[in-house]
C-alpha cells in the first residue's frame, strides 16, 4: 500500500527550468504523474471521518501491517472490540478501508486498506476551517506516530536487531541548497525510487520478509535572521 502525505505541488507540472533538462527527464516525469494519476486525494469528509487519533492509528496498522479484525486491533492497541469495531465502520463509511472478500465471518470481519496512494493534501480542503482543522490533525498525528517508530528503532532496533536488519537499515539526513525546480525534481526521484520498490514487493511473503517503513521528506529551511 502507498500512503502519501504530500505538499500540492509535487505531483503538479514542473516549470520549465526542469522541462528544460532533456526528454529523458520529461519522460520520467510523465511516467510518474501517470503512475499517481488514481492516487485518490481525501475529500473534506474523508478526512474529518479520519480525523481521530485512533483512527489514524488503525489506519495505520492497516497499512503496515496488512488486513486486521477488531479483535486483533483492540489487541494490539489496548482497547476494546467495541470500540475498534466502532472506528472501523466509521473509516469504511467514507471507503479508507475495506472489508477483505472472502475471509472472515459474520461475527468476526476482517478490514484492509484498498490498494493505491492516498494524499491528505486537498486544495478543497483547506479553504474551509474544517478542512484545515482535520488535514492538520491527520498529518500531525501521522508524523507522531512515525517520530516514535522511528525513536524506538533508535533506542532498542540497533542494538536488539539481527545484524542482518541492523546494516539493511538505514537513517539519514542530507541538506542542499536547491531551486523550487531542482527540488522538484529530487522529490521525484525519490518517489520513482520507492514506487518501484512497493509495486516490486508489494506481496511478497517468506521467513525473512517483515514490513519496512520508508520515509522521505524534502522541503525548504526557514531563513535565518
Known amino acids: 500500500h502507498l500512503q502519501r502525505t504530500i505538499c500540492n505541488g509535487i505531483f503538479v507540472d514542473m516549470d520549465e527550468e526542469i522541462r528544460e533538462q532533456g526528454r529523458d527527464d520529461a519522460e520520467a516525469e510523465s511516467a510518474l504523474l501517470a503512475h499517481h494519476r488514481d492516487d485518490r486525494v481525501l475529500d473534506t469528509g474523508a478526512l474529518r471521518a479520519l480525523a481521530h487519533p485512533m483512527r489514524v492509528r488503525i489506519y495505520d496498522i492497516l497499512s503496515q501491517y496488512g488486513p486486521q479484525t477488531a479483535s486483533s486491533l483492540a489487541e494490539r492497541l489496548g482497547e476494546s472490540t467495541g470500540s475498534t469495531s466502532y472506528h472501523l465502520r466509521a473509516l469504511a463509511k467514507h471507503d479508507l478501508i475495506e472489508e477483505v472478500e ?44 512515525r517520530q516514535e517508530q522511528l525513536m524506538r528503532f533508535i533506542q532498542g532496533g540497533l542494538m536488539s536487531e539481527d545484524p542482518e536488519w541492523q546494516e539493511s537499515s538505514m537513517i539519514s539526513t542530507a541538506h542542499a541548497r536547491l531551486t523550487p525546480a531542482q527540488s522538484a525534481e529530487l522529490s521525484h526521484k525519490i518517489m520513482a525510487v520507492i514506487d518501484e520498490a512497493v509495486e516490486k514487493h ?24
Open 202 to 225: 508489494r506481496n511478497q511473503t517468506g521467513d525473512d520478509v517483515r514490513p519496512v517503513t520508508i520515509r522521505a521528506d524534502v522541503f525548504p529551511l526557514p531563513e535565518l535572521g
Open 102 to 145: 472472502g475471509r472472515g465471518n459474520a461475527r468476526e470481519r476482517w478490514w484492509q486498506r484498498p490498494v493505491g496512494g492516498v494524499s491528505f493534501a486537498n486544495p478543497d480542503a483547506m479553504k474551509s476551517p474544517a478542512g484545515r482543522a482535520a488535514t492538520q490533525l491527520v498529518m500531525n498525528e501521522f508524523f507522531h506516530l
